[in-house]
């Protein structure tokens, strides 16, 4: 028994090592899934040295919690910090935390306030950046916008290793009766979780 309890409290840092202690403004980066629009954007964005995500979301305090602010296919919306967990769970998905560093945290309070402002937009599946309708990283750029937090960059839709556009992209656009829009300025999750301005915290349980 006394082998079996010393085994357990090993193990126990290693299963704690992955526990978060969030803040206000920290950015919980989803990852990504093995097929249609998921698949299709981590294709396109992601590299081996990095997990893929497909989706992000600004953690905000409310009287009641925390609280996630975030453009999704239903529309930028809040959800409750659980259901937000809930929802990543039932896809077999992980949550990864990012933090801003100084000073650019200082910008933390506007851009809450400013992604508040955004919540009730309709979604942008055509990933191309205007001013009625959002989709997830682009929210979290808007939010932050005024600081001059996030850069824009040359959308890629072209699989980094074979020069591609998977089908995904050539269908969709299509379907809207539009190229793909390559090169067209924007952002995704991928690019945004490797920018200098942010430190990984750590994985959400």
Same mark, same amino acid.
């Given at each position: 028994?006394?082998?079996?309890?010393?085994?357990?409290?090993?193990?126990?840092?290693? $299963?704690?090592?992955?526990?978060? %202690?969030?803040?206000?403004?920290?950015?919980?980066?989803?990852?990504?899934?093995? @097929?249609?629009? @998921? $698949?299709? /954007?981590?294709?396109?964005?992601?590299?081996?040295?990095?997990?893929?995500?497909?989706?992000?979301? =600004? !953690?905000?305090?409310?009287?009641?919690?925390?609280?996630?602010?975030?453009?999704?296919?239903?529309? @930028?919306?809040?959800?409750?910090?659980?259901?937000?967990?809930?929802?990543?769970?039932?896809? =077999?998905?992980?949550? !990864?935390?990012?933090?801003?560093?100084?000073?650019?945290?200082?910008?933390?309070?506007?851009?809450?306030?400013?992604?508040?402002?955004?919540?009730?937009?309709?979604?942008?599946?055509?990933?191309?950046?205007?001013?009625?309708?959002?989709?997830?990283? %682009?929210? /979290?750029?808007?939010?932050?916008?005024?600081?001059?937090?996030?850069?824009?960059?040359?959308?890629?839709?072209?699989?980094?290793?074979?020069?591609? /556009?998977?089908?995904?992209?050539? %269908?969709?656009?299509? @379907?809207?009766?539009?190229?793909?829009?390559?090169?067209?300025?924007?952002?995704?999750?991928? %690019?945004?979780?490797?920018?200098? !301005?942010?430190?990984? /915290?750590?994985? =959400?349980?």
């Amino acid at each position: 028994m006394r082998r079996i309890l010393l085994l357990f409290a090993l193990l126990l840092p290693a $299963a704690a090592a992955t526990a978060v %202690d969030l803040q206000e403004g920290d950015l919980l980066f989803v990852t990504a899934g093995q @097929s249609g629009l @998921s $698949a299709a /954007i981590d294709d396109a964005t992601g590299t081996q040295a990095h997990p893929g995500f497909d989706h992000v979301g =600004l !953690v905000a305090a409310t009287t009641q919690g925390w609280e996630v602010l975030h453009a999704d296919e239903k529309g @930028s919306r809040r959800q409750t910090l659980a259901t937000f967990q809930q929802e990543a769970r039932a896809r =077999l998905r992980q949550i !990864v935390v990012y933090r801003l560093r100084a000073p650019h945290n200082a910008a933390i309070g506007d851009a809450v306030a400013t992604a508040r402002t955004l919540l009730g937009g309709p979604y942008n599946a055509s990933y191309v950046p205007n001013d009625d309708s959002y989709y997830c990283s %682009d929210f /979290i750029e808007r939010a932050f916008r005024a600081h001059h937090v996030f850069a824009l960059q040359p959308m890629n839709f072209r699989n980094p290793q074979t020069g591609k /556009i998977a089908r995904h992209w050539i %269908d969709l656009y299509r @379907s809207m009766g539009m190229d793909v829009p390559q090169g067209v300025p924007g952002t995704n999750p991928n %690019d945004m979780s490797a920018a200098p !301005v942010l430190e990984r /915290i750590g994985t =959400l349980e």
